[in-house]
């Protein structure tokens, strides 16, 4: 496995095992998220052990989150840190919007730049698609912000097939970040093979689909934050997810592994998913994700584990 891979045609390296920190400041419409210090401390054990790449978001807080991974990042040489964040997100009163106009993004990238206490981003997200700006052009303004040194690449999330070829009409898209996970593989229909075919680095999110795929759930969990309303651990599509994460358990003891590894490292068999961010609520959890990009895994075991999830 690469010790380090670059996103998309940039020149941003990055470890195969990031942070995904949506856990990290408190986010206020999650109940079960981390305190500061906590949230801190994860972010740091991150750091010591090799990882590189954080993964956050104006929205998760929001604000808060940048504002405490950039006290952390203060902790470390710059240039050891590969930061990643994003915007779309607009408040007009009460209401939350999406804006990707070029105006609109070069302003939430100067603010985040501002909470992050740093000059440059190492990778900067449209979160959302927006509903009117056309997506080449809220790209290109990602473009100049890259000329001009504020960002290092450019990344698009949660956009559809047609949202992202229309973004990266110029090919200046690296990196696309979407919600694919063993449970639900939508993804493998079209963005997975463009991605590949484009030099685009795709970024899985709920890659553990939030711990079901870590393997430490039963039927007798009550859960008290959002997974509560999540249809993945509702009932019978429950016991039907338990049921094939038992089946990953024998494979996972067989290995000598853990479940959430063997997970991690089948997602870094697929063509351009060469980077994942779990998220982590305690620093053994980063610890043991890490673990992922040292497994090696047969044709086999690729196979048997695309089998239990077809
Ligand atoms: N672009 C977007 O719109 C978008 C949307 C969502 C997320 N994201 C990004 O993707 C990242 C990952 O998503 P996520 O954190 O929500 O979900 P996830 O990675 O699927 O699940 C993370 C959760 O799994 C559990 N876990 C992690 N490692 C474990 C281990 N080794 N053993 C046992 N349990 C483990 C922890 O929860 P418990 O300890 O509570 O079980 C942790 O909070 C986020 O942090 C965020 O950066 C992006």
Redesign the pocket.
Known sequence: MATHVHLGKSDVSVHPVG?????VGGHNIYP?MLDEEQGKEVVRTALNNGMNLL???YI?GPERSEELIGEVMSEYPREEIVLAT?GAHRFVGNDMVMDNSPAFLKQAVEESLRRLKTDYIDLY?I??PDEKTPKDEAVGALKELKDEGKIRSIGV??FSIEQLKEANKDGYVDVL???Y?LLHREAEQDLLPYTAENNITFIP???????L????YDENTRFT?LRLKNPDFQGERFKQNLAKVDELKEMAKAKGE?V??LVLAWYLTRPSLDVI??????P???K??LRAAEISLSEEEIKGIDQIFS
Not at 19 to 23: E, K, V
Not at 213 to 216: F, P, Q, S, V
Not at 277 to 282: H, Q, Y
């Open positions: 942070l995904g920190t949506n856990a079960n993964d956050t978001a998760y994003k997200y979160h959302f999330s949660n970040q979407s919600e996970n999110y709920f890659p553990l689909v939030s711990g795929l870590a393997g430490k934050d853990e959430a590894d961010i779990p998220g982590a609520k305690r053994e959890q980063v043991s994700n």
